[in-house]
C-alpha cells in the first residue's frame, strides 16, 4: 500500500469516525477505488486508536471524573452498553466480516440515512410534547462536569444502544450515528457525549481481538501508518467538537442527504461506470 493512500485512510477516518456517514464505510470504498486487497482489518483498527485517543484527549475531564467514580452510573451504563454490543458482535461476526468487501455498502450507507432522518423525527416529536407538557426537553447538554456520572438513561436504553452500537460493526452503517441517534430517541442529555465515551472500550476490545486472531498490516510501510495516525487523530479532535457543537442545534438529517447521494453513485458506479 502506498504511503499516500495510506495517508488518505488517516484523514478519511479522522474526519468520518466522528461524523455519522460511516468511517468503516468510507475505508472500505477507499480500498475498493484503489484496489486494495486487505486480508486484515489491523490497519483500519490503528486508525481507530488514532481516533480514540483523540476521544481521551478531548473528554479527559470527563473521564478523569467517571474514573474517580467507578460505581456510578454512567460507568454501569457503558458496561451494559458494551456487553451487549460485544454479544451482538461475536454472534454475527461471521457475516460481518463477509461485509467487508463492500459489495453491499450503498444499502447501508442508505439505511444509515434512513436511521439519521428517523431519529430527527422521532427526537423532534419528542422535544414538540416535551414543551405541550411545560417540562424541559432532556436533550440539554450536561450542565456541569460532574452531571457525567449520572446520565439519563436506564439499562434497558443503554442495552438498546449497545444492540446499536453492534449492528454499525457492518460496514456502511455508522457506529457515532446509529448510538447518538438511538440515544437522542431514548432521551439521552447528551447524546454526542454518550455516543463517543462507548466507543472507548469497543475499540480497545476491536484491536485486543484482532491481534488474538494474529492480524497483521502486511508489507505497509510502518512510517507512512504512523504519519497516518497522527493525522488521524488530530482531525479526530477537530470533528469531535464539530459534531458536539453540531448536534446541540442541527439536525443529522443533513448527512442523509450525503449518504443517499453516495449510494445512488456507488448503485450507478456498478451498473454503468465500472469506475472501481
Not at 430517541?185 to 475499540?203: E, M, N, Q
Request: charged fraction near 15%; proline fraction near 2%; aromatic fraction near 10%.
Amino acid at each position: 500500500m502506498s504511503f499516500l493512500v495510506v495517508i488518505l485512510l488517516g484523514i478519511i477516518q479522522g474526519l468520518t469516525e466522528f461524523l455519522p456517514v460511516s468511517s468503516s464505510g468510507h475505508i472500505v470504498l477507499i480500498y475498493n477505488i484503489f484496489g486494495i486487497e486487505l486480508d486484515s482489518k489491523l490497519l483500519s483498527i490503528l486508525l481507530h486508536v488514532a481516533t480514540l485517543f483523540s476521544v481521551l484527549i478531548y473528554y479527559r475531564k470527563q473521564i478523569v471524573i467517571l474514573i474517580k467514580n467507578p460505581l456510578c452510573q454512567t460507568n454501569k451504563k457503558i458496561i451494559s452498553t458494551t456487553i451487549t454490543t460485544c454479544i451482538i458482535v461475536v454472534i454475527f461476526k461471521p457475516i460481518i466480516d463477509k461485509l467487508f468487501s463492500g459489495q453491499y455498502l450503498f444499502i447501508f450507507f442508505t439505511l444509515t440515512a434512513i436511521i439519521l432522518f428517523v431519529s430527527d423525527y422521532l427526537s423532534e416529536k419528542h422535544d414538540l410534547m416535551s414543551i405541550t407538557n411545560n417540562t424541559k426537553p432532556i436533550t440539554q447538554k450536561f450542565e456541569r462536569l460532574e452531571d457525567i456520572t449520572d446520565i439519563n438513561l436506564n439499562y434497558k436504553q443503554a442495552m438498546i444502544i449497545g444492540i446499536a452500537q453492534g449492528i454499525a460493526c457492518i460496514p456502511g452503517i455508522s457506529r457515532s450515528g446509529s448510538t447518538i441517534a438511538t440515544a437522542k430517541i431514548c432521551g439521552v442529555k447528551d447524546s454526542a457525549t454518550y455516543s463517543f465515551l462507548i466507543s472507548i472500550p469497543i475499540i480497545i476490545a476491536s484491536l485486543l481481538l484482532e491481534i488474538i486472531d494474529g492480524g497483521s498490516i502486511g508489507n505497509t510501510n510502518i512510517f507512512a501508518i504512523i504519519i497516518s495516525m497522527v493525522i488521524c487523530f488530530v482531525i479526530g479532535i477537530l470533528s469531535i467538537k464539530t459534531m458536539t457543537s453540531f448536534v446541540k442545534n442541527n439536525k443529522l438529517t443533513i448527512f442523509s442527504y450525503y449518504l443517499i447521494i453516495l449510494s445512488a453513485f456507488l448503485i450507478l458506479n456498478d451498473m454503468f461506470f465500472k469506475l472501481f
